[in-house]
């Protein structure tokens, strides 16, 4: 059955994750404070797991911001069904401190919720039919059963997160959606905008030859979607990279991907930089690691973005990357350089995928924190945030 089979594989990866996570401790269930509106702050809770909770209860946190500033956030949330579950969206109006219940993305055409692995994204420029400005959600549908079949689907929203309608479907695999080599899961959309195509990258168990490897479809307009092609694909069929993230370097214009390596790479967050979000294939895979002696390595859940220097003004910026098993953060310069990550406190709880965003609080750029929680027994995990100088 799903259940024991999942639980075994839950196991095995809570293990390599303890194992691999020295330095992360427990998220406290509760906190009784929040911070002053447009401050500075870290470890702010804003959503406990529903009562009723399966599952991890809360995973997998993923922002936006508004032209006027507020704040979105959406995760996985796994309530008891009924109701199918769906992607929650939160606002912030005062930069973050406090929070509330704004809307929701629905799952319109399958029947099976959305389960797993939100991603929110702005269109800059008018695209597909819709304005610039239009919010567009990929994520995960898939029965409670996890059986019978896996759509990453894309969402809209015209009316700032408010009101979402169903735009198409991205990918399918038949399933089930476990992480079991051989089943035909699919996870993990991340969106970017390159060269007037949409790109969605994702996760994908559907290939025989690879236990999972990543690729990206693109469009051109958000209704009819390419093939799939290859990101990371390793020639030893159990290997697993996965959860791809992506940042545009704009100094260089080049391109970077964080990946996990699980399998041979024991989940280690690698990267490859290239000259295009589509090349990433071609592109050598390298290990992230500190540049002290300790040479210190990340597991598991990166996020990497790119912003532009706080402190220079000659248009270099740089590259900060997370990793699920480090309340740290690296942080290296523009050329990305393997000997050149510097390990940079952040005071923040580590969690299963904390993402990051730049975003501008009272007109000065800070970086925004979040997070769902870790992949470990779900009772322990929340939905927390922090709002931070960027780290350098
Ligand atoms: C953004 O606009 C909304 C709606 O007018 C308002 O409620 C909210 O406070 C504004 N956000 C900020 C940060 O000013
Ligand atoms: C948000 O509010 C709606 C409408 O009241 C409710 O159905 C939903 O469960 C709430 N979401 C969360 C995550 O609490
Ligand atoms: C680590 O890399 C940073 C650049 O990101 C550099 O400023 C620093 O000097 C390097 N530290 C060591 C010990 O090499």
């Not at 500033?69 to 949330?77: D, K, Q």
Request: glycine letters at 8%.
């Amino acid at each position: 059955m799903y259940s024991s089979q999942l639980c075994s594989i839950i196991a095995v990866i809570q293990n390599l994750l303890l194992a691999a996570a020295q330095d992360v401790p427990g998220q406290p269930i509760e906190n009784d404070w929040a911070p002053e509106p447009f401050t500075d702050f870290t470890k702010n809770i804003l959503f406990y797991r529903e009562a009723d909770a399966v599952n991890w209860h809360t995973l997998y946190a993923r922002t936006l911001q508004l032209p006027n500033e507020s704040l979105l956030i959406t995760w996985e949330n796994y309530p008891a069904e009924p109701p199918l579950v769906n992607h929650p969206i939160w606002k912030s109006d005062d930069g973050g401190a406090t929070w509330y219940n704004y809307s929701q993305i629905e799952d319109q055409v399958n029947g099976w919720g959305l389960r797993f692995q939100p991603f929110l994204y702005t269109l800059p420029i008018d695209f597909g039919g819709y304005p610039a400005g239009t919010i567009l959600a990929a994520g995960v549908s898939c029965p409670f059963s996890l059986e019978g079949g896996v759509w990453i689907e894309l969402y809209a929203s015209t009316d700032l997160a408010k009101t979402w309608t169903f735009v198409s479907h991205v990918a399918y695999g038949v399933g089930p959606e476990t992480i079991a080599n051989g089943d035909k899961a699919l996870w993990e959309p991340f969106i970017v905008l390159y060269n007037n195509q949409i790109v969605i990258f994702y996760s994908d168990q559907t290939d025989p030859a690879h236990s999972q490897k990543l690729v990206h479809k693109t469009t051109d307009n958000l209704v009819t979607w390419s093939d799939a092609a290859p990101d990371v694909a390793f020639a030893r069929q159990a290997d697993r990279p996965g959860m791809t993230t992506v940042a545009h370097i704009e100094s260089t214009d080049k391109w970077i991907m964080t990946f996990e390596y699980c399998g041979v790479g024991g989940c280690r967050v690698h990267y490859k930089v290239a000259d295009s979000p589509l090349l990433f294939d071609a592109a050598e895979a390298t290990e992230l690691h500190t540049n002290d002696t300790s040479l210190t390595t990340g597991t598991s859940g990166p996020y990497v973005i790119w912003t532009a220097h706080p402190d220079r003004d000659d248009g270099s910026g740089l590259i900060i990357i997370s990793a699920s098993n480090r309340e740290w953060v690296f942080v290296g310069e523009d050329d990305a350089d393997p000997e050149g990550w510097k390990r940079v406190e952040t005071n923040h709880w580590s969690a299963y995928s904390r993402s990051l965003r730049v975003v501008m609080i009272k007109g000065k750029k800070k970086l925004l924190y979040a997070n769902g929680g870790n992949f470990g027994p779900g009772y322990l995990n929340s939905v927390a945030c922090a709002v931070q100088p960027i780290p350098r």
